[in-house]
């Protein structure tokens, strides 16, 4: 089930988010030839505040790799997803990238 989240009247869905990582993952496959086994589970939390949005990427219940992402970056990614962006968001590429090697080292 998706969430919502409202801030200053600016909705962030957390599919947007999950979307936008995809773009990064699958971007990454194409640049540099990155090869995963199944492709991760892509989860989404919040700090209480609603301030840090905490992605993690796993395989399984072991394989796991998490990063924040800021309020902001968090309400552009999701905006930038909503408009149909078709290419990766290149803000949050590198953040995606090594969450992504993190898991890849387990193989």
Do not use: W
């Amino acid at each position: 089930m998706s969430r919502s989240y409202s801030f200053d009247s600016v909705q962030v869905v957390d599919c947007d988010i999950v979307g936008s990582v995809v773009q990064c993952l699958l971007r990454d496959m194409k640049v540099n030839f990155f090869c995963f086994s199944g492709f991760p589970s892509i989860g989404i939390d919040y700090d209480e505040d609603g301030e840090i949005f905490i992605i993690t990427l796993s395989r399984s219940s072991v394989i796991k790799s998490s990063f924040c992402l800021t309020k902001e970056q968090a309400i552009n990614t999701s905006k930038r997803f909503r408009a149909g962006e078709l290419d990766h968001d290149k803000s949050i590429f590198k953040i995606v990238q090594r969450a992504i090697s993190e898991i890849d080292s387990f193989d």
